[in-house]
């Protein structure tokens, strides 16, 4: 489940992620119990309602890998909940719309999303929606796949991990923010200088692996020496991430419920859970 140059101990399982799944689990249950206590006193049919997790964070910092872990621990409690996973990527705008717009360079700053897609299928989603499709996205194309969905059907939590999740931001249109229908919030933090140096090793890996696919929409890349490669992770942390995490992606960390702070080695050495 780890992510790539990501270690991910089982004594930081049993530790972090298992307590705070049995956490997430009550809340899971709790909730689904208040709208059915809810229902029966409108005298309406009792219907299934997820509960929606979201998880916000930087580049690199280690989001899906604690999205993923989650949803696994989550899954594995007495009463057995159906948890889907779901990424905000597919929500990007297709490379085609970006080139048009000049925002190509600018992938994943807010103006890079189509929140009211995303806006509507969490809602969707909340409202109990027999199957609600969610567009997939292919980090090897780098592009939303046209015509590809993965179909969400009433599952008991959904976790929604990406850039923006926790970000006061709908397409520039007032009303309800995508966060607004949150259950729970996850902030995975780290030191800005960490969050780079994890970003270059990562890129490093992938011009190993990924990169040399010659279908990988960055194989221009596989032929680079390490020097060169640094140099570019570089540019790229120093042109688009780092300048997305400061300025849309950090302010939403108070937003979240729960933050999780990392350490140097990626291992999670603080948990902040918001009372109030």
């Known amino acids: 489940m780890r992510g790539l140059n990501e270690e991910v101990y089982l004594g930081e399982v049993i530790e972090v992620y298992l307590p705070l799944s049995r956490l997430l689990n009550l809340y899971v249950s709790a909730t689904q119990n208040l709208y059915r206590v809810t229902d029966t006193f409108l005298g309406k049919p009792t219907q299934k309602v997820p509960y929606v997790i979201g998880i916000a964070g930087s580049v690199a910092v280690g989001k899906s890998t604690t999205a993923r872990i989650l949803r696994a621990l989550l899954a594995h409690w007495p009463d057995h909940p159906e948890v889907d996973l779901v990424t905000t990527d597919g929500f990007l705008y297709p490379n085609h719309i970006l080139e048009e717009r000049g925002l190509l360079s600018r992938k994943g700053f807010p103006e890079s999303y189509d929140f009211g897609r995303l806006l ?71 030191e800005d200088h960490d969050l780079e140096r994890w970003y270059v090793d990562r890129f490093l890996t992938l011009r190993d692996t990924v990169f040399q696919d010659e279908k990988s929409y960055f194989n221009r890349y596989a032929s680079l020496s390490t020097e060169e490669a640094r140099e570019v992770a570089r540019s790229i942390w120093a042109e688009i991430n780092g300048p997305n995490l400061v300025r849309n992606i950090k302010p939403t960390r108070e937003r979240a419920r729960l933050i999780l702070g990392k350490g140097p080695d990626h291992s999670v050495r603080s948990v902040k859970l918001r009372k109030l």
Do not use: C, W
Request: net charge negative.
């Open 120 to 190: 509507r299928f969490v809602s969707d989603v909340k409202s109990g929606a027999p199957e609600v499709a969610a567009p997939v996205y292919s980090h090897l194309a780098y592009d939303v796949l046209p015509g590809e969905t993965k179909l969400i059907r009433q599952p008991d939590a959904m976790i929604l991990e990406g850039l923006n999740v926790l970000q006061a931001e709908n397409g520039g249109a007032p009303g309800t923010f995508v966060s607004d229908l949150f259950d729970f919030s996850i902030y995975v933090d780290a």
